[in-house]
């Protein structure tokens, strides 16, 4: 995975956004985009103004980290989420849940499994509410590996995952953000 430190290095040299399009003529919302790893094409141009304004090159500029993320959900019982409410279309219904997290790093696939719970409720917007998530598995001890990431990598994991959770058992945001942390991923 790469990703940029502009937002650090932002930090460390006390430069506010207003101040970096002032001194480089990059506009701030591409500045906004860039410091929060909020895009995927960064021009050349741009990736050569901000290197010499800050006086750096581009492998200071950039993190690196040889690793893929493949993650993998479902219901205990149920195929999907149409099964599931296709069976029982009743409120409140509890659920056991699992979610995989397969992580190739440097050539080496290494998989972490959580088990836990949800209730499926037909009445309401987001189906899937209350889920609760806890470490089942490890083997391959990839917490400890994600663990000595940088933060951002760290960070990026947990919003993979978030949206993935939210997505696949389609939940509420707001709950996916309350019950899935970076403490409760990596069992702190």
């Known amino acids: 995975m790469l990703r940029n430190n502009l937002a650090k290095l932002m930090i460390d040299r006390g430069i506010s956004a207003t101040q970096l399009f002032n001194d480089t003529g990059i506009a701030r919302s591409t500045i906004s985009k860039i410091s929060n790893n909020k895009t995927d094409k960064i021009s050349i141009q741009t990736i050569d103004k901000l290197c010499n304004y800050l006086n ?8 690196f980290i040889p690793f893929e993320i493949n993650l993998k959900a479902g219901f205990e019982n149920f ?8 069976g029982y279309p009743i409120s409140n219904w509890p659920e056991n849940i699992f979610l995989i ?3 190739i790093h440097s050539g080496k696939k290494m998989a972490i499994e959580y088990q836990g719970a949800c209730i499926y409720d037909s009445a309401r917007i ?3 509410y209350n ?9 391959d001890n990839a917490i400890d590996l994600i663990k000595s990431w940088p933060i951002q990598f760290q960070n990026e994991l947990l919003e993979q995952v978030r949206q993935y959770v939210q997505d ?8 996916i953000d309350e019950t899935i942390t970076l403490n409760s991923l990596l069992s702190i």
């Open 56 to 63: 750096i090159s581009p492998s200071d500029f950039f993190d």
């Open 79 to 86: 195929d999907s989420l149409d099964e599931l409410m296709e």
């Open 101 to 103: 997290i397969n992580i």
């Open 126 to 128: 987001f189906k899937i």
């Open 131 to 139: 889920i609760q998530l806890e470490l089942y598995k490890d083997n």
């Open 168 to 175: 696949y058992f389609d939940s509420d945001p707001t709950d």
